[in-house]
């Protein structure tokens, strides 16, 4: 089977919707990254995204909703924190954890009696949602394990014969997966399970706010997890990541001409200098890195790196989200100079 890739215009959308309809599965654009889509009441479409992916089956999927209606006719009860979020973020990168109502499968929810719910910020994504009149289950468009897709060509590396259809939407704006939360003391405050572009600082304005364990750690291999992204390996190309983390030009310049070796990048900000070691650019801002990160990522791939040494972000803002990525794809492999 040839991938077909069609522009998002709106008998793409049509097509990519009868597909759907029919049991099928189909890549969409969203503001964070591509989504591989299937109706989100559908067990058997769901399989298929697990298999496409080569995905877990305990790694919960998100669905994507196009209106309040459609997260009242999946969850269980909205609490009045979620209602203030959802008129402020949505559409946008916040995904919101809530009690399942029994039309949403266990195959959805990683076998959990949660369902996490957002409601994406793209023409295409939403106009799809509508033609199909249902929620769809979208995890990122990419074989398991690997970056995040931005833009059609990744989800075509990637999947290319087991999926027929990817609409392309262009390149992500944001870069990064959406910022995941659950309610605690009676849907009265705010954990971040999985941070995002919606942060911890924007957060606050609203109630109080807590990190889980896991966004800067290991969890348990027998750990159950609420969210995507937070157990298993993630986001990582075939070359080896290694994080360095520097307050110092000079001696991480130093530590990286030391290290120059068949193979080996450093994935640095677009500013630093006196790095003689082949180099790729991620950007100056934290906003930069996240829109980048992932496209930097699969570079490395394309020039046939073996290692790549990757300087931290800030960890602060979405800063924090992009940490949180590296450290999957490192798998915790940090470095400090």
């Known amino acids: 089977m040839e991938t077909k890739i069609l522009a998002a215009d709106l008998d793409s959308l049509k097509e990519a919707a009868r597909l759907i309809k029919s049991g099928d599965i189909v890549a969409m654009p969203t503001e964070t990254v591509y989504g591989l889509a299937a109706s989100a009441y559908d067990t058997n479409a769901c399989a298929k995204v697990f298999k496409a992916k080569g995905r877990p089956q305990d790694n919960p999927l998100i669905i994507h909703i196009c209106d309040i209606d459609m997260l009242y006719d999946s969850v269980e009860e909205v609490p009045p924190l979620a209602l ?3 008129e402020k973020f949505w559409p946008g990168p916040l995904t919101m954890i809530f009690k399942k109502k029994d039309v949403i ?3 959805v929810s990683g076998g959990l009696d949660t369902v996490a719910v957002r409601m994406p910020d793209s023409k295409a ?3 799809l949602i509508r033609l199909c009149k249902v929620p769809l289950a979208a995890p990122s468009a990419n074989r398991s394990g690997s970056p995040s897709p931005t833009c059609a060509k990744h989800v075509y590396d ?3 014969g087991r999926i027929p259809l990817i609409i392309d939407g262009g390149e992500c704006i944001t870069g990064i997966e959406s910022t995941v939360l659950c ?3 009676e849907g009265k405050n705010i954990h971040i ?3 995002g572009a919606v942060t911890a600082e924007m957060l ?3 109630a109080s706010v807590t990190l889980d364990g896991a966004v800067f750690q290991k969890p348990a291999d027998n750990a159950k997890v609420l969210s995507p992204g937070m157990k298993y390996k993630h986001y990582s190309p075939k070359a080896e990541i290694i994080i360095i983390e520097s307050d110092n030009e000079e001696k991480l310049a130093e530590y ?3 290290h120059i070796e068949s193979g080996a990048y450093a994935v640095l900000y677009g500013n630093e200098k006196n790095v003689l070691m082949p180099r790729i650019d991620y950007g100056n801002t934290a906003e930069e890195k996240a829109h980048n990160l992932f496209s930097a990522l699969r570079k490395t791939d394309e020039l046939g790196a073996v290692r790549a040494y990757v300087r931290s972000p800030e960890k602060d803002g979405i800063g924090t989200a992009v940490y949180n990525r590296l450290l999957r794809a490192a798998a915790f492999r940090v470095i400090k100079i």
């Open 256 to 258: 990286l001409n030391s």
């Open 204 to 206: 606050g304005e609203y």
């Open 105 to 107: 499968p266990y195959a």
């Open 158 to 160: 990637d999947l290319n």
């Open 193 to 195: 399970l999985r941070p």
């Open 183 to 185: 309610f605690t003391d």
């Open 84 to 86: 203030t979020l959802a």
């Open 125 to 127: 994504a939403l106009e």
